[in-house]
Nanobody, 124 residues
Framework: QVQLVESGGGLVQAGGSLRLSCALS????????MGWFRQAPGKEREFVAA????????NYDDSVKGRFTISRDNAKNTVYLQMNSLKPDDTAVYYC?????????????????WGQGTQVTVSS
């Protein structure tokens, strides 16, 4: 089975930084497009960032451009989300997702595999 496990969430003050990790098991990360999504209470799951299987392209939601960076290490079967200059509005459960594709979808319905999520809370 393909499994994704997120880690690295926690409580941080506004302006601080966190780095989320997503470990893939059951297969190799190579050839998987990977994305990060987040969901706050009462809101739908929204796109944050995505990266192509070979890291040749990335995409970010406008709300995180210039603050967040998605990266991957296929040899370690791990995807990262570096989050800087965090704001209270960034508070949410963050999920990583994967799809065996050369494309980098930005809609959650197009991803086949999901992690359990990790909570990020940014205080004022």
């Amino acid at each position: 089975q393909v499994q994704l496990v997120e880690s690295g969430g926690g409580l941080v003050q506004a302006g601080g930084s966190l780095r989320l990790s997503c470990a893939l098991s059951g297969t190799t990360l190579s050839r998987y497009a990977m994305g990060w999504f987040r969901q706050a209470p009462g809101k739908e799951r929204e796109f944050v960032a995505a990266i192509r299987w070979d890291a040749g392209n990335t995409n970010y939601d406008d709300s995180v451009k210039g603050r967040f960076t998605i990266s991957r290490d296929n040899a370690k079967n791990t995807v990262y989300l570096q989050m800087n200059s965090l704001k209270p509005d960034d508070t949410a459960v963050y999920y990583c997702a994967g799809r065996l594709s050369t494309l980098i979808p930005v809609t959650p319905q197009l991803y086949n595999y999901w992690g359990q999520g990790t909570q990020v809370t940014v205080s004022s």
